[in-house]
């Protein structure tokens, strides 16, 4: 979880990126990958928010928040109450 993503956007990732903030480099297709590996390699990293938001979402897909969720869906308890 410490470092950047390089990923190709898709609505799935798009959303928790929506939600956490900046988790990496996004490419819209595969090809582009190569060239943010090359820009990395020389030195461009780009603004570096991605540790804590990474952490964000870390938190979020601990089996122990996933837990959570389960029981809401399995025992009706809506969300925020305890």
């Given at each position: 979880?410490?470092?950047?993503?390089?990923?190709?956007?898709?609505?799935?990732?798009?959303?928790?990126?929506?939600?956490?903030?900046?988790?990496?480099?996004?490419?819209?297709?595969?090809?582009e990958?190569?060239?943010?590996?090359?820009?990395?390699?020389?030195?461009?990293?780009?603004?570096?928010?991605?540790?804590?938001?990474?952490?964000?979402?870390?938190?979020?897909?601990?089996?122990?928040?996933?837990a959570?969720?389960?029981?809401?869906?399995?025992?009706?308890?809506?969300?925020?109450?305890?």
């Open positions: 979880y410490g470092k950047p993503l390089i990923y190709v956007g898709n609505r799935f990732i798009d959303y928790y990126v929506g939600q956490a903030g900046e988790i990496g480099y996004r490419v819209e297709r595969v090809e990958i190569k060239d943010v590996i090359a820009r990395l390699a020389s030195g461009h990293f780009g603004s570096g928010n991605f540790i804590a938001n990474m952490a964000t979402l870390k938190i979020r897909f601990s089996p122990e928040s996933q959570r969720g389960l029981e809401r869906i399995l025992y009706g308890e809506k969300p925020g109450q305890t």
